[in-house]
């Protein structure tokens, strides 16, 4: 059902991976039932939520600090660092 809705409000399918989709800057991330969303217009972001919103039930969880098990640190509005440095202490400990 994602899939379709996603297509018709004229995002597009990543060639390389199927759970990412694209429209302009921005970008989806979907696993299972886990929706990372990336973007730099704030005012289609909005719009989208508030579409989702009327779909489906969601749950908004503002900034993300993790997903997957990488981490994610913000420094400024745009700068972004993702991290894997818990699987790293993992595999060298």
Known sequence: ????????LGFQKSFSELNIYLKSDFYLVLHIDIMLMIYLDFRLTSSFKAYLNKAYRKTNL???VSFLGLEIER????????LHTRYIYLILC
């Open 62 to 64: 503002k900034l993300i």
């Open 75 to 82: 420094y400024y509005d745009k700068l972004y660092a993702v």
């Open 1 to 8: 059902m994602i899939d379709s809705l996603l297509l018709s």
